[in-house]
């Protein structure tokens, strides 16, 4: 599967469910167009992902809103829940470790932990 471009209009739906890979780029950041490739052939071995890209230039209100400051910024979710993020490009063997790692974690032990932090805040 190719890469997706991520607006603003098309982010809530596209990250609710299941595991998406978002790279957060611009068209004059060389560490960008280095990573970009290394994207681009996982999303073509890993199609049950979803990988998109926003154009910080071109989308200032999502990266904006996510307070990237600097890039590429990679940021995975799954179920709609941000579970990584991270600057920087990696290489594909960090990718395919992140990747590893977002597919085994216990979903139902990730929703408890943000319940019992959103619990403990609001008790304050």
């Given at each position: 599967m190719a890469t997706r471009q991520i607006t603003t209009d098309t982010f809530e739906d596209v990250v609710s469910e299941g595991i998406v890979l978002l790279d957060f780029w611009a068209a004059w950041c060389p560490p960008?167009?280095?990573?970009?490739?290394?994207?681009?052939?996982?999303?073509?071995?890993?199609?049950?992902?979803?990988?998109?890209?926003?154009?910080?230039?071109?989308?200032?209100?999502?990266?904006?809103?996510?307070?990237?400051?600097?890039?590429?910024?990679?940021?995975?979710?799954r179920d709609g829940i941000i579970v990584f993020s991270q600057p920087g490009a990696l290489n594909a063997p960090q990718l395919e470790r992140v990747i590893t790692a977002v597919r085994d974690l216990d979903m139902d032990d990730v929703r408890a932990q943000i319940a019992a932090r959103e619990s403990a805040e609001a008790t304050k």
């Open positions: 960008c167009r280095a990573f970009g490739p290394v994207f681009e052939k996982s999303s073509e071995t890993h199609t049950d992902i979803v990988f998109g890209k926003v154009d910080t230039e071109a989308e200032p209100q999502l990266s904006g809103g996510f307070q990237i400051t600097s890039i590429p910024t990679l940021m995975a979710f």
